[in-house]
């Protein structure tokens, strides 16, 4: 099982390898002229979004890993799951990210047509993918091996991936209507929503055990 599982995470780290080179060269070959050069150079801003998207599915499923151990039949179909879904997501990601790089500093190719279309395709993906790591993390409370701390965390992170599905469905609504070009909007309120919930949620489990909350002395 473990040369099984560890043979997975290769093909999983190279799925997302080729899914960040696809940010990088899909459709596109080496510059021919110095305009060509300073015309694919600002695309950069684009690339960085791409790329911290990408990285931070990848970084989800090696934190799921740490918990989950080798994991069985359901880890792997789940893995296989999220593979499969990062490589149909990544040419919408390509476009979003082409937009947003615009819109942001003014460079790039851009987007031309329709942005909400775009969106409602984009966040379907990005839906798909974070109900994903929030079933592996699930899968990882299956893990004996776990310490009531470790449940706790486990428990932590599923949340913000439903934090993050929750918030890809709510621009998927915005695209849907007359206001859609605004659904990347949505996406502005992660880092309120998830910094709130992760200074209040109870990463170590003190004050919960066995279901019933302990009291904690107060600091004079």
């Known amino acids: 099982m473990g040369e099984s599982h560890s043979r997975l995470d290769a093909f999983t780290d190279a799925a997302f390898a080729f899914a960040v080179s696809l940010l990088v060269i899909g459709g596109a070959g080496a510059p021919a002229d110095f305009n060509l050069l300073v015309r694919a150079l600002a695309d950069i801003p684009a690339f960085a979004i791409g790329f911290a998207i990408v ?6 499923h090696v934190r799921w ?3 989950r151990g080798p994991g069985d039949k359901v880890s792997h179909f789940l893995t296989l799951l999220l593979v499969f ?3 149909i997501y ?3 990601l390509r476009a979003m990210a082409a937009a947003s790089g615009l819109w942001f500093t003014g460079q790039g190719a851009g987007f031309s047509g329709n942005l909400a279309g775009l969106f409602a395709v984009y966040g379907t993906g990005f839906v798909a993918m974070s109900l994903t790591l929030a079933a592996l993390f699930s899968d990882a409370l299956r893990n004996p091996a776990l310490d009531d701390e470790g449940r706790q965390v486990v428990r932590g992170e599923r949340t ?3 934090i993050l599905c929750a918030t890809g469905l709510v621009s ?10 605004l659904a990347a909007m949505a996406y502005a309120t992660l880092p309120i929503t998830i910094g709130v919930f992760a200074g209040r949620f109870d990463w170590t489990g003190a004050k ?7 009291d904690t002395p107060k600091e004079a």
């Open 55 to 60: 990285a931070m599915f990848w970084h989800g």
């Open 65 to 67: 890993r740490t918990m």
């Open 85 to 87: 879904l990062t490589l």
């Open 90 to 92: 990544v040419q919408p």
């Open 160 to 162: 913000i991936w439903l």
């Open 172 to 181: 998927i609504a915005v695209s849907l209507t007359r206001y859609g070009v």
């Open 208 to 214: 919960v055990r066995d279901g019933e909350v302990v």
